[in-house]
């Protein structure tokens, strides 16, 4: 969240609700909006792995995957299959974003995630409609190609 989406949200007297404030992000907003949210279900996932069958966890994790990118893309978006492990794949903590181009209604929010032996990039695409940004596609880019991950 940008200061000034903040300040807005708790100005006294002035009457800005999530939706409005969600109306002001900016693409580098929304990305780290998504990593926090993708960190946070992905950890909670991880935690009720062990109370649940295989097939009961991703009949879970999908389903809670899918409420979670309600909040960020278009009512049509149909993504990938889900994935989520014990080294979460997007940490807003050490996920830093190193570029935005936007141009028009469209955006280009890279990252670098260093890791130990591996820093990947991800490339998330965004799209602006009806008075807001949405994320349209996450991929990690690497020497061999694009592959998509949202």
Not at 20 to 35: G, K, L, N, T
Not at 42 to 55: I, L
Not at 72 to 94: C, I, N, Q, R, W
Request: proline share 7%; glycine share 4%; with cysteine.
């Amino acid at each position: 969240m940008t200061l000034l989406t903040g300040l807005l949200l708790c100005w006294p007297g002035l009457k800005v609700g999530a939706a409005q404030a969600a109306e002001m992000a900016s693409p580098a907003d929304i990305v780290v909006a998504f990593q926090t949210d993708y960190l946070r279900w992905n950890n909670q996932t991880m935690a009720a792995k062990a109370d649940h069958t295989p097939a009961d966890n991703i009949a879970m994790a999908e389903k809670t995957y899918r409420e979670m990118l309600k909040k960020y893309t278009l009512p049509d978006f149909v993504g990938e299959p889900v994935a989520y492990s014990s080294e979460p794949m997007h940490d807003p903590a050490k996920e830093k974003i190193v570029s935005v181009k936007t141009q028009g209604g469209a955006a280009v929010v890279v990252t670098k995630f260093p890791q130990q032996y591996y820093t990947p990039t991800y490339e998330y695409r965004l799209v602006y409609q009806q008075h807001r940004w949405y994320l349209t596609a996450v991929d990690l880019v690497d020497d061999d190609g694009k592959y998509p991950s949202l």
